[in-house]
Structures are given as structure tokens and as C-alpha cells.
């Protein structure tokens, strides 16, 4: 399969990184409504507004997931929770990487790993059948990273880079 892969990969470098980007943003951004709709037992479970299988992006597909959410209730109100607590993990990171310019080595390292490591998982799980259950093994991560966005040390922010060590070697 691979050898019959990567010919097609290399003869179409522009649209292969295209859909690795939109798969890696569909499975940050992405709520998991299907498997939670079959959970329920609701309505919203259906395959056919599902995902990146279902097609390219469009304003038609978008209405659809949204008529075929809005039959329960229940879904509904769950899939906006996850939407805002995805938005809400998403902005501490944002946070934490704008604070980590100005901040302590320390504090870059504890903002920069886990966002890389995570973002290098995403774009490994990317591709044509991505599925948001994908993200799970990140979520660790990106809370570890939006919880230093939030609720930075202060201590470890604006600081330059050796201040910390000639402090410690100061006071033995």
C-alpha cells in the first residue's frame, strides 16, 4: 500500500500538505459528536455530514452537522460544551506561547515541549480518515500547555535567560 502511496504523494507535494493542514485543524478544532450521539442514543449520529471522509469543507456540510446536532437537545448542549472547552484550551495556548517570548528558559521549555509533541501527534494522526478520537492522547498536552497560559508562575516569566542560575549561585 505504501508503495503504491508515495508515488501519488510525490507527484501532488501542494495538495498532499493541503489536506495534512486541513486534517491536522479538523482534529484540533473538531468536537466528537458522532461516537458521542451514538453514546446517547440520539439523533446526530448519521455518516453522512461526518468528517473529512464526507468531502471537501463547505457551507452546505456545515448546516447539515448543525440541522442534523440540533434534533436532540441533549447533543446539542454536550457538542457547544466540548466546542467552548476546545476554544478555551486553545486560547491558554496562545497565551502561554505569546508569554514564553518574554519569558525564563524554563518556562519556554515547559510551554514549548508539550505544544511541539502535540502538534507533531496531530499532524502524524492527519490524513483523509482523520477522526477526532485521534486527539485524545494529546489532550494531556495542550492542558498542560493552556494551564501555563492561565495560570503562569511568576516567578518563571519575565526573566532573561541566566538570571535564575547566577541568583541560585549567588545565595549558596
Excluded: H
Aim: charged share 15%; glycine share 8%; hydrophobic share 55%.
Amino acid at each position: 500500500m505504501v508503495r503504491l502511496a508515495m508515488p501519488v504523494l510525490a507527484a501532488n507535494p501542494l495538495t498532499t500538505c493541503a489536506m495534512t493542514l486541513e486534517s491536522t485543524a479538523y482534529l484540533a478544532l473538531s468536537p466528537m459528536r458522532a461516537r458521542l450521539a451514538v453514546f446517547l442514543g440520539t439523533a446526530g449520529s448519521g455518516t453522512r455530514w461526518s468528517g473529512l471522509s464526507a468531502g471537501a469543507p463547505s457551507i452546505r456540510r456545515v448546516f447539515g452537522v448543525f440541522r442534523e446536532i440540533s434534533k436532540s437537545p441533549l447533543l446539542t448542549t454536550l457538542v457547544i460544551f466540548q466546542m467552548l472547552a476546545l476554544v478555551f484550551v486553545w486560547i491558554g495556548i496562545a497565551r502561554a506561547m505569546l508569554r514564553s517570548l518574554r519569558a525564563s528558559v524554563a518556562y519556554r521549555l515547559w510551554t514549548l515541549y508539550p505544544v511541539t509533541v502535540a502538534v507533531v501527534l496531530l499532524v502524524m494522526a492527519a490524513g483523509g480518515e482523520a477522526d477526532a478520537r485521534f486527539r485524545l492522547p494529546v489532550i494531556p498536552l495542550l492542558a498542560v500547555a493552556a494551564s501555563l497560559g492561565y495560570f503562569p508562575r511568576s516567578n518563571m516569566t519575565n526573566r532573561s535567560p541566566g538570571e535564575g542560575i547566577a541568583e541560585g549561585a549567588r545565595s549558596r
